[in-house]
C-alpha cells in the first residue's frame, strides 16, 4: 500500500546522475523521490556565488560528454541550456614556449609546426588513431558493463556485444589493449618529439590522478577530448562553457525531473540506508524522518554508500575491503578569483578578448616535471610548482560577474587530500597564495585585479559537495577500477549485494564527468529488475 513518506524508489542524492535517473524512473511510472543533502540540487554540477555579485561552478566547469539521449529526452536545450563552444587551449611554459591547440586540425598543426616538423606531420595520424580507438570504446559508455562471470543471465546479450565488438573491431584491440595499459609518456614518445607538444597533449593523464604521466594505465585518458557527444538541437560536441554555469543544466535535469513525476526534496540528507532480511527497505534521514521504498538508488560515491549509509554486516567482508581500497582521493585545489581585469597571458598579442581567452589556459611543463609534481602529491606534499589550468567562463557569460569584472576559475594539479605533515585548514591560503604567485608570471597584473578569491582544497571539495577524498570522479578512473571492474569486480552493473540497492552515481561505469549515462544506465537496470526476466521474454517476442 502506497502511502506518505512510502515511495517505489528513494534516490539518495540530487547530483546529475540522481536527477537523471529520477527522471526515468518517474517517467517509467514509479513514485520517485530525490534526496539531497544541500539546499541545492547538482552536486558537483552547480553554480554558487562566491562573492556578492560573482557567481563560479563550485565542481565542473565545462561541459562536453553529457550523453545525447540525456539532452534529448530531459528536453534540456528547449529548458535553456545553453552551451558555448571552448576556444583553443593555450599551453604556457616556463621557457616561453606558446602552443595554441584547438579541434581545427590545420591550425594545430601550424602551430606545432613552429616547435617541430616532425610532430606536425605525426598529428593528424594520432588525432586518427585515437578517434579510431574512441569509436570502439565510446558506445560502451551507455550500456551496462556484463559480468563477465556470467553469473546473471541478464549478462548474455551485453557479453555477446563486446563479443561481437571485439571480432569486428580484431585489428584495433592490440592499440586498445596498449593504450589502456601504457603510460602517456610511453604513448606520446612513439609519436611525438618536442617536449611542449608531449606536455600538452599529455597533461590529461595527470587529471583527478595521483599517477604521473610515466604511469602505467594513464594514456588512455587521451580518449577524453574524443568523448564529446551533442545533439542536432543545440547540445555541445566538444568542451563548452554553459550561460549561467553549470548548475543551469541540474536545474533544467531538476526540472525535467519534476515533470516526470519525481519529488525532488533538498537539506533532505540521508543518514542510513535501512535494511531488512537482507534487502533495503528505506532511509532514515538526519532528524528522524523515515522512507520507505523497495528499490534505493544511491547517487553517493561508493565509500560514502557502504561504508557510510549502510549498517554494519550488511555487506559481505570482501566487498566492503574492495570499497575500502577503492582509490578515491582527490589532488587539487580549485580556486575561484573575482577579478576587476582581463587576465592577459605575456607572450600573446592583441587587446580585448583574444580566442585563448574563451577556452582553457594551461601553464604547463615537461611531462618529466609532472611526474616529479605528482610523486610529491603521492608522498603527501603539495607538489611545489605543479601543472595548473585556468578558465574565464566571464567571457562567454558576462552575467557571472558585475559588469567589466571576471572570474577566473583555477584548478591547482598535484595536491594531496592526505598529507604527510599539516592539515588543509591550516595549509589552504599558502598553497593558494604559491599558485596565484606562479600565475602572476604568466599573467601579469592578475595579482593586483583580485577583489575576491574562493580556495576549495580537496578536504573543502569533499565537506561541499559530499564526495568522499574530494575527488571529482568519485574514484580515480584507472585501469584497475573501470568498465566491469568499477566500482568493484563483480558488481559493475549498478546492482549491490543488498537486495534493492543500486548504485547511480560516477562511482560506476562509466565513471566521472557530467555525462548523464551513470544515472541512465542504472535506472535501465532497476526497471529490467522490476519487469522481471519472464515479462522481458514476452515483451522481446511480441516487438519480434
Ligand atoms: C572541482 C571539480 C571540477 C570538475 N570539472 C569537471 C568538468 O569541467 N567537466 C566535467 O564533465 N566534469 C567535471 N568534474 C566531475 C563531475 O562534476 C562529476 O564527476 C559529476 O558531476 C558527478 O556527478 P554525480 O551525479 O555522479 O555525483 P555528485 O555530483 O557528486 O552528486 C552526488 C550528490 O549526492 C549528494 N549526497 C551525498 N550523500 C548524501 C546523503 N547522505 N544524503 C543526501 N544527499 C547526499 C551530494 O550532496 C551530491 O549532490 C569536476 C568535479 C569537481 C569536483
Same mark, same amino acid.
Given at each position: 500500500?502506497?502511502?506518505?513518506?512510502?515511495?517505489?524508489?528513494?534516490?539518495?542524492?540530487?547530483?546529475?546522475?540522481?536527477?537523471?535517473?529520477?527522471?526515468?524512473?518517474?517517467?517509467?511510472?514509479?513514485?520517485?523521490?530525490?534526496?539531497?543533502?544541500?539546499?541545492?540540487?547538482?552536486?558537483?554540477?552547480?553554480?554558487?556565488?562566491?562573492?556578492?555579485?560573482?557567481?563560479?561552478?563550485?565542481?565542473?566547469?565545462?561541459?562536453?560528454?553529457?550523453?545525447?539521449?540525456?539532452?534529448?529526452?530531459?528536453?534540456?536545450?528547449?529548458?535553456?541550456?545553453?552551451?558555448?563552444?571552448?576556444? =583553443?587551449? *593555450?599551453?604556457?611554459?616556463? %621557457?616561453?614556449?606558446? $602552443?595554441?591547440?584547438?579541434?581545427? !586540425? &590545420? +591550425?594545430?598543426?601550424?602551430?606545432?609546426?613552429?616547435?617541430?616538423?616532425?610532430?606536425?606531420?605525426?598529428?593528424?595520424?594520432?588525432?586518427?588513431?585515437?578517434?579510431?580507438?574512441?569509436?570502439?570504446?565510446?558506445?560502451?559508455?551507455?550500456?551496462?558493463?556484463?559480468? =563477465?562471470? *556470467?553469473?546473471?543471465?541478464? %549478462?548474455?546479450?551485453? $557479453?555477446?556485444?563486446?563479443?561481437? !565488438? &571485439? +571480432?569486428?573491431k580484431r585489428k584495433l584491440i592490440d592499440e586498445a589493449l596498449f593504450l589502456f595499459s601504457t603510460s602517456v609518456s610511453q604513448y606520446l614518445g612513439e609519436r611525438f618529439e618536442s617536449e611542449h607538444v608531449k606536455?600538452?597533449?599529455?597533461?590529461?593523464?595527470?587529471?583527478?590522478?595521483?599517477?604521473?604521466?610515466?604511469?602505467?594505465?594513464?594514456?588512455?585518458?587521451?580518449?577524453?577530448?574524443? +568523448?564529446?557527444?551533442?545533439?542536432?538541437?543545440?547540445?555541445?560536441?566538444?568542451?563548452?562553457?554553459?550561460?549561467?554555469?553549470?548548475?543551469?543544466?541540474?536545474?533544467?535535469?531538476?526540472?525535467?525531473?519534476?515533470?516526470?513525476?519525481?519529488?525532488?526534496?533538498?537539506?533532505?540528507?540521508?543518514?542510513?540506508?535501512?535494511?531488512?532480511d537482507g534487502s533495503v527497505a528505506g532511509v532514515a534521514l538526519a532528524g528522524g524522518e523515515e522512507l520507505r521504498a523497495p528499490i534505493v538508488l544511491s547517487n553517493a560515491d561508493p565509500k560514502r554508500t557502504f561504508?557510510?549509509?549502510?549498517?554494519?554486516?550488511?555487506?559481505?567482508?570482501?566487498?566492503?575491503?574492495?570499497?575500502?581500497?577503492?582509490?578515491?582521493?582527490?589532488?587539487?585545489?580549485?580556486?575561484?578569483?573575482?577579478?576587476?581585469?582581463?587576465?592577459?597571458?605575456?607572450?600573446?598579442?592583441?587587446?580585448?578578448?583574444?580566442?585563448?581567452?574563451?577556452?582553457?589556459?594551461?601553464?604547463?611543463?615537461?611531462?618529466?616535471?609532472?611526474?616529479?609534481?605528482?610523486?610529491?602529491?603521492?608522498?603527501?606534499?603539495?607538489?611545489?610548482?605543479?601543472?595548473?589550468?585556468?578558465?574565464?567562463?566571464?567571457?562567454?557569460?558576462?552575467?557571472?560577474?558585475?559588469?567589466?569584472?571576471?572570474?577566473?576559475?583555477?584548478?591547482?594539479?598535484?595536491?594531496?587530500?592526505?598529507?604527510?605533515?599539516?592539515?588543509?585548514?591550516?595549509?589552504?591560503?599558502?598553497?593558494?597564495?604559491?599558485?596565484?604567485?606562479?600565475?602572476?608570471?604568466?599573467?601579469?597584473?592578475?595579482?593586483?585585479?583580485?577583489?575576491?578569491?574562493?580556495?576549495?582544497?580537496?578536504?573543502?571539495?569533499?565537506?561541499?559537495?559530499?564526495?568522499?577524498?574530494?575527488?571529482?570522479?568519485?574514484?580515480?578512473?584507472?585501469?584497475?577500477?573501470?568498465?566491469?571492474?568499477?566500482?568493484?569486480?563483480?558488481?559493475?552493473?549498478?546492482?549491490?549485494?543488498?537486495?534493492?540497492?543500486?548504485?547511480?552515481?560516477?562511482?560506476?561505469?562509466?565513471?566521472?564527468?557530467?555525462?548523464?549515462?551513470?544515472?541512465?544506465?542504472?535506472?535501465?537496470?532497476?526497471?529490467?529488475?522490476?519487469?522481471?526476466?519472464?515479462?522481458?521474454?514476452?515483451?522481446?517476442?511480441?516487438?519480434?
Amino acid at each position: 500500500m502506497s502511502g506518505a513518506g512510502t515511495y517505489d524508489a528513494i534516490i539518495v542524492g540530487g547530483g546529475h546522475n540522481g536527477l537523471v535517473a529520477g527522471f526515468y524512473l518517474a517517467r517509467a511510472g514509479l513514485r520517485t523521490v530525490v534526496l539531497e543533502r544541500r539546499e541545492l540540487v547538482g552536486g558537483c554540477c552547480v553554480t554558487e556565488e562566491f562573492a556578492p555579485g560573482y557567481r563560479a561552478s563550485s565542481g565542473a566547469y565545462v561541459l562536453s560528454m553529457l550523453r545525447e539521449a540525456v539532452w534529448k529526452d530531459m528536453r534540456l536545450v528547449e529548458r535553456g541550456v545553453v552551451v558555448d563552444p571552448a576556444g =583553443p587551449s *593555450l599551453n604556457l611554459f616556463a %621557457d616561453g614556449t606558446r $602552443l595554441e591547440l584547438s579541434d581545427d !586540425l &590545420a +591550425a594545430s598543426q601550424a602551430a606545432v609546426a613552429e616547435l617541430s616538423a616532425a610532430d606536425a606531420a605525426a598529428l593528424p595520424r594520432f588525432e586518427a588513431d585515437l578517434a579510431e580507438l574512441a569509436g570502439l570504446v565510446m558506445p560502451l559508455i551507455d550500456t551496462t558493463a556484463p559480468d =563477465p562471470q *556470467l553469473r546473471r543471465l541478464g %549478462d548474455l546479450p551485453g $557479453l555477446l556485444k563486446l563479443g561481437g !565488438l &571485439a +571480432a569486428r573491431k580484431r585489428k584495433l584491440i592490440d592499440e586498445a589493449l596498449f593504450l589502456f595499459s601504457t603510460s602517456v609518456s610511453q604513448y606520446l614518445g612513439e609519436r611525438f618529439e618536442s617536449e611542449h607538444v608531449k606536455a600538452s597533449i599529455g597533461w590529461h593523464a595527470i587529471n583527478d590522478s595521483v599517477g604521473g604521466p610515466s604511469t602505467p594505465g594513464t594514456a588512455y585518458v587521451l580518449l577524453h577530448d574524443h +568523448a564529446a557527444e551533442g545533439t542536432e538541437e543545440g547540445g555541445v560536441r566538444a568542451w563548452g562553457f554553459v550561460r549561467g554555469g553549470m548548475g543551469v543544466v541540474t536545474e533544467a535535469m531538476a526540472a525535467a525531473a519534476r515533470e516526470a513525476g519525481t519529488e525532488v526534496r533538498t537539506g533532505a540528507e540521508v543518514e542510513s540506508i535501512l535494511v531488512e532480511d537482507g534487502s533495503v527497505a528505506g532511509v532514515a534521514l538526519a532528524g528522524g524522518e523515515e522512507l520507505r521504498a523497495p528499490i534505493v538508488l544511491s547517487n553517493a560515491d561508493p565509500k560514502r554508500t557502504f561504508l557510510g549509509l549502510l549498517p554494519e554486516g550488511a555487506v559481505p567482508t570482501e566487498f566492503s575491503a574492495a570499497v575500502r581500497e577503492y582509490r578515491s582521493e582527490g589532488t587539487s585545489v580549485k580556486i575561484n578569483l573575482a577579478v576587476d581585469a582581463l587576465p592577459r597571458a605575456t607572450g600573446m598579442p592583441g587587446a580585448g578578448v583574444q580566442p585563448y581567452h574563451r577556452g582553457i589556459m594551461e601553464v604547463n611543463q615537461p611531462l618529466a616535471e609532472m611526474d616529479r609534481a605528482q610523486a610529491e602529491a603521492r608522498a603527501g606534499r603539495p607538489g611545489k610548482d605543479p601543472h595548473i589550468e585556468l578558465c574565464i567562463p566571464t567571457v562567454h557569460d558576462p552575467s557571472l560577474a558585475p559588469a567589466g569584472h571576471h572570474i577566473v576559475t583555477i584548478d591547482v594539479n598535484s595536491q594531496p587530500y592526505t598529507l604527510a605533515e599539516g592539515s588543509w585548514d591550516e595549509l589552504r591560503e599558502e598553497i593558494a597564495d604559491a599558485a596565484i604567485d606562479k600565475l602572476e608570471a604568466y599573467f601579469p597584473g592578475l595579482k593586483r585585479s583580485i577583489v575576491h578569491r574562493e580556495v576549495l582544497t580537496p578536504l573543502d571539495l569533499e565537506r561541499r559537495l559530499g564526495i568522499t577524498g574530494g575527488h571529482a570522479l568519485h574514484g580515480e578512473m584507472s585501469f584497475d577500477q573501470l568498465f566491469t571492474l568499477r566500482p568493484v569486480r563483480g558488481w559493475a552493473d549498478y546492482r549491490t549485494p543488498v537486495g534493492g540497492l543500486y548504485l547511480c552515481g560516477a562511482g560506476t561505469h562509466p565513471g566521472g564527468g557530467v555525462t548523464g549515462a551513470n544515472g541512465r544506465n542504472a535506472a535501465r537496470e532497476v526497471l529490467r529488475d522490476r519487469q522481471g526476466i519472464g515479462e522481458r521474454l514476452r515483451s522481446r517476442l511480441a516487438r519480434a
